[in-house]
């Protein structure tokens, strides 16, 4: 998608070679006219997929699966919670997911409530980069017996190999930006999609 690579340039910040950081349009402070052309850029790539619900996890990929949601006519958005709360009581999908960008291990958890067996999910983040999330939530769709029917991301680092190891699983992925390389504070994109 030319114009989130445009807008990562613009309104993007460079931190070392590992991270960039959207957090004024995408993850903290939300743009929510460019969230819901970038949702509706995940409706036509997914469009044949069919999903009737879009699985993420909090906080990061919620507004993605909202916007999301709206342009594949308002289906649930079911969103793994990092922590169980005490009102999670009828018990819960659970898989274990690293941030590198944090550097801490969480533990997904998921209401079996909300996630329920022939459901068709399509898994939606903003950003794919070692993969550990996405294959938490994979894990989380296959406890429910249900099925993953794809994975978007909105940046992929492709340098990190996440987006390989789903491939590898059988996962279709797609993202909207591929970042090939950072180097000397600067974005170099691949081929996404």
Excluded: W
Aim: proline content about 2%; aromatic content about 6%; overall charge neutral.
């Amino acid at each position: 998608m030319k114009a989130l690579e445009e807008k990562i340039l613009k309104d993007g910040e460079v931190i070392g070679t590992e991270i960039v950081k959207v957090d004024g349009f995408i993850n903290h402070r939300i743009d929510v006219k460019f969230m819901d052309e970038m949702g509706c850029e995940f409706a036509r790539l997914f469009k044949d997929a069919k999903p009737n619900k879009i699985l993420t996890v909090e906080a990061s990929g919620i507004a993605i699966a909202v916007s999301s949601s709206r342009c594949f006519g308002y289906i649930p958005v079911v969103f793994a919670k990092k922590a169980a709360p005490n009102t999670m009581t009828e018990g819960a999908y659970e898989a274990e997911a690293r941030s590198f960008t944090k550097g801490t291990v969480s533990i997904l958890h998921v209401s079996k409530k909300h996630l329920e067996k022939g459901d068709r999910v399509l898994i939606l983040d903003d950003f794919l980069a070692h993969g550990e999330a996405g294959l938490a939530l994979c894990d989380i769709v296959e406890q429910a017996g249900a099925q993953v029917v794809g994975l978007g991301a909105a940046i992929e680092k492709t340098y990190q190999g996440g987006a390989e190891r789903l491939r590898a699983r059988g996962i279709t992925v797609k993202s909207l930006a591929a970042i090939a390389k950072i180097e000397d504070g600067k974005v170099t994109f691949g081929e996404s999609v």
